[in-house]
């Protein structure tokens, strides 16, 4: 069953033609990745899917809905977390604390009710706390839980980013480049991670230059190259695809 589409979209940025007419399925319950040289538009589709950027034409429907036009934060209620390139952590705030913020999608008081301490507000505070225990946990962060986020290693805090994106239940994850700075045993780490989340019932798609992590945990692949799909399949079918193997290596090489 499709719980993601992209169909035709397309967004140009004056001359440059980022992203041109790129259509797929992502599956639910399936780890698909995205690749691609750089500059291949691969980063840029992401912000059109998560709602970051606009097309200029096209379709993406999220769960039988249309989702093109919405603000990020109406897609994210939908059920639709994404991670970033860069590490994007709150300073002077906890591991803990960076957890919860992804869960502010759930919570029900609002400001004058948790400046009253209603009781539903109390209640809600120590399930948020719970839940958020239970994702560090599962990142093996436990440990970690009152620590300042950026003052641990940089592997980490990959983790505590990807933490507050499960945060906030999401049906389908967006991972823009997880492996990006990790070495090799994290990276190892990261695709276990990755796998066991999508035990819990989260479809995956992943943006990712690390080929080895992403021939080993995807279903699906999709290839971009001056923002043109140029190739989807099975892992296996795309290591042997020529086109896939002379953009890669070049001609003279392949």
Known sequence: MTLLSIRDVSR????????????????????????????????????????????????????????????PHQIAA???????????????????????????????????ACMLHLPFTRREERAVREAGREILEFLGLSGQADAEAVRLSYGQQRMVELG??????????????????????ETAEMGRLISRIRERNVTILLVEHDMSLVMDIS?????????????????SAIQRDPEVIRIYLGEGDA
């Open 164 to 185: 507050r994106a499960l945060a906030c239940e999401p049906r389908v994850l967006l991972l823009d480049e997880p492996a990006a700075g990790l070495n090799m045993r």
């Open 12 to 71: 140009r940025f004056g001359g440059i033609q980022a992203v041109d007419n790129v259509s797929f399925d992502v599956p639910h319950g399936a780890i698909t990745a995205v690749i691609g040289p750089n500059g291949a538009g691969k980063t840029t589709l992401f912000h059109l899917i998560s709602g970051f950027l606009r097309p200029d034409r096209g379709s993406v429907v999220f769960g039988g809905a249309e989702i093109l036009g919405l603000m």
């Open 78 to 112: 939908k059920g639709m977390a994404r991670t970033f390139q860069q590490t994007r952590l709150f300073p002077k705030m906890t591991v803990l604390e960076n957890i919860l913020v992804g869960r502010h999608l759930h919570s029900r008081g609002g400001f004058v």
């Open 219 to 235: 279903d699906e692949i999709v290839v971009l190259s001056y923002g043109q799909k140029i190739a989807e399949d099975v892992p």
